[in-house]
Nanobody
Framework: DVQLVESGGGAVQDGGTLRLSCAAS????????LAWFRQGAGKARQGVAA?????????WYRDFAEDRFTISLGNGRSTVYLEMTSLKPEDTGVYFC??????????????????WGQGTQVTVS
């Protein structure tokens, strides 16, 4: 099993910055890819960005995140970060960390991800 624990959420003003962290543990083969998703009130879960932990440099983003958000790894590739800048009220939601044991290359479809964290709230006003 993979355990994922998010932190770093909070309230920030329009145009502000937040850095989310997700500590991952468990078999490394079950977390070949780590990703961030978000879910606004009354909305479907939406992919934000993903990164490979096993296969060299490789990350991808949804369009809205391409120029403002950065996904990265740390702590021996067991922690995934999401640096969010120029935040907007529409970025408000619960942000989830997810892990995949498969190869969801280029996709942010939630069905490719096997393990999920509890989420951390981000509020932009």
């Amino acid at each position: 099993d993979v355990q994922l624990v998010e932190s770093g959420g909070g309230a920030v003003q329009d145009g502000g910055t937040l850095r989310l962290s997700c500590a991952a543990s468990g078999y490394s083969t079950n977390r070949k890819y780590l990703a961030w998703f978000r879910q606004g009130a009354g909305k479907a879960r939406q992919g934000v960005a993903a990164i490979s932990t096993h296969y060299g440099p490789g990350s991808w983003y949804r369009d809205f995140a391409e120029d403002r958000f950065t996904i990265s790894l740390g702590n021996g590739r067991s922690t995934v970060y999401l640096e969010m800048t120029s935040l907007k009220p529409e970025d408000t939601g619960v942000y989830f960390c997810a892990a995949s044991s498969r190869h969801p290359i280029g996709t942010l479809n939630p069905s490719w991800y096997d393990s999920w964290g509890q989420g951390t709230q981000v509020t932009v006003s």
